[in-house]
């Protein structure tokens, strides 16, 4: 069964610093892989996705993520951090139905 | 833009009251999902549509049922609200598959059953 594991619940960094968010799925087929914000008392907001091609993919507010086949990972990464970055982040799968899989979330705090 | 539109933002209910909550897409969206989220526990997926009339259970649909009339519009039903059903409810539309694009989401109801 398709899953998603994000194993960090909460993470702290300093502001400036650098961040990684660690998300592995379980999917059979060729996965299409998304990275969600959502910031307090807001809906999600996509900061990035994999289809196909390139393994590093950018996306919006300097976020960039790695599609790993062989680790069956798609981590979230950003050199450094803005206090504005505060948020939980969502790392979902999406099949080649309707359907998507969404982890558990990682909370990310930010300190000055 | 995608706008994907829910009908309130907070809502206090009691328990055992019929709960309709709506949801609003303007992108001609062939999907539409209903999710609750809780702490710790991530998107759980209640029910999808992928087309009018249409629809499929997902992980959690007990206590749940919903409507699609018209393509832009699905509802969520909670047929006799109990406290466990308290919780943050989100709304996503996307197109027939995820090759496709990604899911776009209404702003949330956080429903409070008392």
């Known amino acids: 069964a398709q899953s998603v594991t994000q194993p960090d619940i909460h993470i702290t960094v300093s502001e400036g610093a650098s961040l990684e968010l660690r998300c592995n799925y379980s999917?059979?087929?060729?996965?299409?892989l998304f990275w969600y914000v959502q910031s307090p008392g807001q809906g999600l907001q996509l900061l990035l996705k994999?289809?196909?091609?390139?393994?590093l993919v950018q996306g919006i507010k300097g976020f960039e993520a790695e599609f790993k086949r062989s680790q069956s990972s798609f981590n979230l990464r950003k050199p450094s951090v803005h206090w504005s970055d505060a948020a939980e982040y969502f790392c979902?799968?999406?099949?080649?139905?309707?359907?998507?899989?969404f982890g558990s979330g990682t909370k990310l705090n930010v300190k000055p | 833009d995608v706008k994907v539109t829910q009908s309130s933002r907070y809502l206090v209910k009691r328990t055992g009251e019929k709960v309709f909550l709506e949801c609003v897409q303007d992108?001609?969206?062939?999907?539409m999902f209903w999710y609750r989220q809780d702490p710790g526990l991530g998107l759980r997926l209640i029910y999808f549509?992928?087309?009018?009339?249409?629809?499929e259970k997902g992980d959690i649909p007990e206590g749940y049922s919903v409507s699609r009339e018209k393509k832009e519009r699905f509802s969520l039903i909670l047929e006799s609200a109990s406290t466990n059903q308290t919780s943050m409810y989100l709304c996503?539309?996307?197109?027939?598959?995820?090759?496709?694009?990604?899911?776009?989401f209404g702003p949330g109801t956080r429903l409070t059953v008392l």
């Open positions: 999917y059979g087929a060729t996965p299409y």
């Open positions: 992108m001609d969206h062939e999907n």
């Open positions: 994999y289809f196909s091609g390139d393994t």
């Open positions: 549509s992928y087309d009018v009339k249409m629809k």
């Open positions: 979902a799968v999406g099949d080649n139905f309707n359907k998507f899989y």
């Open positions: 996503a539309s996307s197109l027939t598959s995820a090759a496709l694009g990604e899911q776009f």
